[in-house]
């Protein structure tokens, strides 16, 4: 799939230096409870894990969002897009970020199945993930909490064929 809205748009493999790139990101405006936050010696653990795949995109050298996958590589080939944002909240970025995140899932892995949540009213994150060709599958009811309060998640997934055949194209 082409980012035609962002052709500078790159994603590359994240480091030590990016995380208070990403710390900065995810503690932005209503992110806390839409992403989740961690402390920098909780991501220099997980970024340090091969179980998680930590990804910067970039326009030009500006970094511009990050996504972080777990189970990555797993042996059952099902992977969780586990947290993902983009700096500034409709910029552009994220469909375009999206799209080189699961590329990069499928190209560098063996994985089947590809797998994100969102709160199930979030319809502007659905949008986005459908355009980068999530389905959604179901409601997980009361599997998010958010101010202390549970919600359900709508769970959305790409699987490998699904992905090849748009490649195809």
């Not at 909780?42 to 894990?49: G, R, V």
């Not at 101010?147 to 699987?159: F, M, P, Q, S, T």
């Amino acid at each position: 799939m082409e980012n035609n809205m962002h052709p500078d748009l790159k994603l590359r493999r994240a480091t030590a230096v990016d995380i208070p790139f990403v710390m900065a990101t995810e503690r932005g405006e209503g992110y806390g409870e839409l992403v989740g936050r961690w402390t920098e010696d909780q991501h220099a653990a997980a970024l340090a894990d091969p179980r998680f795949a930590y990804f910067v995109a970039c326009s030009g050298v500006q970094p511009v969002g990050f996504a972080i996958l777990r189970d990555w590589a797993s042996a059952n080939q099902v992977t969780l897009v586990f947290r993902v944002a983009v700096a500034q909240p409709g910029s552009g970025y994220g469909k375009g970020m999206m799209r080189l995140v699961v590329d990069a899932a499928f190209l560098e892995t063996d994985v089947y199945r590809l797998w994100i949540g969102c709160l199930h009213d979030h319809e502007r994150a659905q949008r986005a993930y459908e355009a980068v060709g999530f389905r959604a599958e179901g409601i997980a009811r009361g599997s998010w909490v958010m101010n202390g309060k549970r919600c359900d998640e709508l769970v959305l997934a790409i699987v490998r064929p699904d992905w090849e055949a748009e490649h195809a194209k």
